[in-house]
């Protein structure tokens, strides 16, 4: 189980972290991603990170803006998300798999997703 939370409302330019908790045995070994889907589109990659922390990849409009990282111990996946612009507001989910991946099908397990609202 999966659990995201850290959305809110921020002006652009800000900054938020995400969080996603798991529960379960299979998290240290599992890849976590970060998908987002804004209202009108479809769900879209964001940030994807191996099970040991030492594999990550961003989608293109993201990179050098936001950070993925993990804390097996306290099976949490964190993104930080720095200077926020409108086209980041979307519902974040975080998902997690045993395959290294940016496409959506490869992943089984998702959160419920939080909210992320950008004002300009």
């Known amino acids: 189980q999966l659990q995201a939370c850290g959305g809110g409302l921020v002006q652009a330019g800000n900054s938020l972290r995400l969080s996603c908790a798991a529960s379960?045995?299979?998290?240290?070994?599992?890849?976590v991603g970060w998908f987002r889907q804004a209202p009108g589109k479809e769900r879209e990659f964001v940030a994807v990170i191996s099970w040991s922390g030492g594999g990550t990849e961003y989608a293109d409009s993201v990179k050098g803006r936001f950070t993925i990282s993990r804390d097996n111990a306290k099976k949490t996946v964190y993104l930080q998300m720095n200077s926020l612009k409108p086209e980041d507001m979307a519902v974040y989910y975080c998902?997690?798999?045993?395959?290294?991946?940016?496409?959506?099908?490869?992943?089984?397990?998702w959160g419920q997703g939080t909210q992320v609202t950008v004002s300009s």
């Open positions: 998902t997690a798999g045993l395959r290294f991946s940016a496409t959506s099908d490869a992943y089984v397990y």
């Open positions: 379960g045995r299979t998290f240290s070994t599992s890849a």
